[in-house]
Antibody
Framework: EVQLVQSGAEMKKPGESLKISCKGS????????IAWVRQMSGKGLEWMGV????????RYSPSFQGQVTISVDKSIGTAYLQWNSLKASDSALYYC????????????WGQGTLVTVSS | SSELTQDPAVSVALGQTVRITCQGD??????ANWHQQKAGQAPVLVIY???KRPSGIPDRFSGSSSGDTTSLTISGAQAEDEADYYC???????????FGGGTKLTVL
């Protein structure tokens, strides 16, 4: 069974750094694109970027380029989303998702990681 | 980059048929996915590719496309179909994904 398990909720202060994780299981992690999606409170889904673990080909939405870093650790089947300096506007629910049934179909989703940035 | 446009809200009477549309330039080149998101839950894929349903999705959900518009049709809407629905597809470059703004479906 394909599963994506994300790290727990985080409460941070503006300017702090953060790295959240998404561990895939039940499938060959390196062979499927994995993406990150933001959902701000009461708002819609926003695609942040995608990475292909086999070769680390990573593409960012223009809206998030330079704001976050997507990476993977193939040895433990885990993808990461990282901020170097958080802002209050980064407060949101973050999902990872994998295109398994078809490339870029986004058919399996993690449970979401809530990030709260407040002074 | 390109955008996908959805109506913010649609309503349907219980048991009736409803169509939710998504319009954008990239849809002339790429298939769209449709995701259902219920309150407090992660999104669920309901349609992908050329009108394909993942395992477990009821056959009352179907997809279609024409030109730059793709549609999700729910035939015989049920109370449990009340949710937000999002279309998404590759953008015109093919290197990024773009989501529509979402449609809130109310089943009356």
């Amino acid at each position: 069974e394909v599963q994506l398990v994300q790290s727990g909720a985080e409460m941070k202060k503006p300017g702090e750094s953060l790295k959240i994780s998404c561990k895939g299981s039940g499938y060959k992690f390196t062979n499927y694109w994995i993406a990150w999606v933001r959902q701000m409170s009461g708002k819609g889904l926003e695609w942040m970027g995608v990475t292909y673990p086999a070769d680390s080909d990573t593409r960012y939405s223009p809206s998030f380029q330079g704001q976050v870093t997507i990476s993977v650790d193939k040895s433990i089947g885990t993808a990461y989303l990282q901020w170097n300096s958080l802002k209050a506007s980064d407060s949101a629910l973050y999902y990872c998702t994998v295109g398994y049934i078809s490339s870029w179909s986004w058919d399996f989703w993690g449970q979401g990681t809530l990030v709260t940035v407040s002074s | 980059s390109s955008e996908l446009t959805q109506d913010p809200a649609v309503s349907v009477a219980l048991g009736q048929t409803v169509r939710i549309t998504c319009q954008g330039d990239s849809l002339s080149s790429y298939y769209a996915n449709w995701h259902q998101q219920k309150a407090g839950q992660a999104p669920v894929l309901v349609i992908y590719g050329r009108n394909k349903r993942p395992s477990g999705i009821p056959d009352r959900f179907s997809g279609s496309s024409s030109g730059d518009t793709t549609s999700l049709t729910i035939s015989g809407a049920q109370a449990e179909d009340e949710a937000d629905y999002y279309c998404n597809s590759r953008d015109s470059s093919g290197n990024h994904v773009v989501f529509g703004g979402g449609t809130k479906l109310t089943v009356l």
